[in-house]
T-cell receptor
Framework: GENVEQHPSTLSVQEGDSAVIKCTYSDSASNYFPWYKQELGKGPQLIIDIRSNVGEKKDQRIAVTLNKTAKHFSLHITETQPEDSAVYFCAATGGSYIPTFGRGTSLIVHP | DTGVSQDPRHKITKRGQNVTFRCDPISEHNRLYWYRQTLGQGPEFLTYFQNEAQLEKSRLLSDRFSAERPKGSFSTLEIQRTEQGDSAMYLC?????????????FGPGTRLTVL
């Protein structure tokens, strides 16, 4: 089955800095890669996703990149704000439409 | 608020008791998923329905767990003879088949504590 590794497990930045979270996956058949943000006491919320036929996607301060050859994808957050503090999960989805999640990155943005 | 609701939000029970959780998906979504999430982990897939049919179950879903979606709308997840290891957040998600790569919307979860 699919295996998704996510790093780092904790990321601490100053407000205004950039944050990068990296994930690798094992199944070359995976073709959809969503990123979720989970705040304390809430369910995960989809913030951005990327399909296998695209190398990069951007939405305001958030961008994702995908390298299918190397089987890795990354989340980039620029100009971080305290409200960006949360746990972020990457996931990889293949033909079964069931995502395999990474273990999460706790992002702390210090004001 | 994603439009997926779960009830209750918190449940404390004693070991050996049965518990049942409910999930109401986004109304037009035909797929419904159950996940379990423990501290420091990502959600782990348990089972999913397309309409009222349960199409896939994870090996994590022991015979003490059962899920139903009788009319293809809301779903229930029952855990019989709860064990301390069942303590976790139980998440429900829904999606629309044929949509953007099966984009899933999660509910707020039910946090189960087994004493």
């Amino acid at each position: 089955g699919e295996n998704v590794e996510q790093h780092p497990s904790t990321l601490s930045v100053q407000e205004g800095d950039s944050a990068v979270i990296k994930c690798t996956y094992s199944d070359s058949a995976s073709n959809y890669f969503p990123w979720y943000k989970q705040e304390l006491g809430k369910g995960p919320q989809l913030i951005i996703d990327i399909r296998s036929n695209v190398g990069e996607k951007k939405d305001q301060r958030i961008a994702v990149t995908l390298n299918k050859t190397a089987k890795h994808f990354s989340l980039h957050i620029t100009e971080t704000q305290p409200e960006d503090s949360a746990v972020y999960f990457c996931a990889a989805t293949g033909g079964s439409y069931i995502p395999t999640f990474g273990r999460g990155t706790s992002l702390i943005v210090h004001p | 608020d994603t439009g997926v609701s779960q009830d209750p939000r918190h449940k404390i029970t004693k070991r050996g008791q049965n518990v049942t959780f409910r999930c109401d998906p986004i109304s037009e979504h035909n797929r419904l998923y159950w996940y379990r999430q423990t501290l420091g982990q990502g959600p782990e897939f348990l089972t999913y329905f397309q309409n009222e049919a349960q199409l896939e179950k994870s090996r994590l879903l022991s015979d003490r767990f059962s899920a139903e979606r009788p009319k293809g709308s809301f779903s229930t997840l029952e855990i019989q003879r709860t064990e301390q290891g069942d303590s976790a957040m139980y998440l429900c998600a829904s999606s629309l088949s044929g949509s953007n790569y099966n984009e899933q919307f999660f509910g707020p979860g039910t946090r189960l504590t087994v004493l």
